[in-house]
């Protein structure tokens, strides 16, 4: 069985551009959750959803990062515009039940210069 | 804001060794959870623990919460090269994560 899977593993986007990072959690999941890590700091928790609903946005740090899961599989974040502070490791993970992200993906480092 | 300090942030032993590595917070969780993480990979659940003194036998690997479900400890016996990596522990409260211990067991 495939684990969580994310796409792409590196971007390197100007600052001001757009970019959409995908998640694809372990099937039959219906929790998906996103996390970031900035270098040196640890990782922080950004939204999660349970099916297609959001059901905690609160860690999501502005009005430029929007995630979506439409239809409960698969999810995306797009960052728009990109600022330099955006610059981490975005990590995706998925649970069958609600409480504790079980499996990660690998992570998306997203670099902004 | 919640936080969950670990400590130590580093530690770099001799294989055979044992060592303890704590999550503390001054919040209650519901529940914490250990993982580690490797460079380039995401972090791989380790164990859940739920109930106030609580203690989880994973091989060499053992794991206590503490009686009021504040903080937790990971203790490694026999330490290996294997054993080598970022162990993060979280809480469930707001899902957030620890400030992790990079651990290098050398050979």
């Known amino acids: 069985e495939a684990g969580v899977t994310q796409f792409p593993s590196h971007s390197v986007i100007e600052k001001g551009q757009t970019v959409t990072l995908r998640c694809d959690p372990i099937?039959?999941?219906?929790?998906l959750y996103w996390y970031r890590r900035v270098m040196g700091k640890e990782i922080k928790f950004l939204l999660h959803?349970?099916?297609?609903?959001?059901?905690?946005e609160s860690g999501m740090p502005n009005n430029r990062f929007l995630a979506e899961r439409t239809g409960g599989t698969y999810s995306t974040l797009k960052v728009q515009p990109a600022e330099l502070e955006d610059s981490g490791v975005y990590f995706c993970?998925?649970?069958?039940?609600?409480?504790?992200?079980?499996?990660f993906g690998q992570g998306t480092r997203l670099t902004v210069v | 804001t919640q936080l969950l300090e670990q400590s130590p942030q580093f530690l770099s032993i001799q294989e055979g060794e044992n060592l303890t590595v704590y999550c503390n917070s001054s919040s209650v969780f519901s529940s914490l959870q250990w993982y580690r993480q490797e460079p380039g990979e995401g972090p791989v659940l380790l164990v859940t623990v739920v109930t106030g003194g609580e203690v989880k036998k994973l091989k060499r690997l053992t794991f206590q919460f503490g009686d009021a479900r504040k903080d937790s400890s990971l203790h490694i016996t026999a330490a290996q090269p294997g054993d080598t990596g970022l162990y993060l522990c979280a809480g469930t409260y707001k899902y957030i994560f620890g400030t992790g211990t990079r651990l290098k067991v050398l050979a």
């Open positions: 959803f349970v099916k297609e609903s959001k059901q905690d």
């Open positions: 099937s039959g999941h219906d929790n």
């Open positions: 993970a998925s649970s069958q039940i609600q409480g504790a992200p079980a499996f």
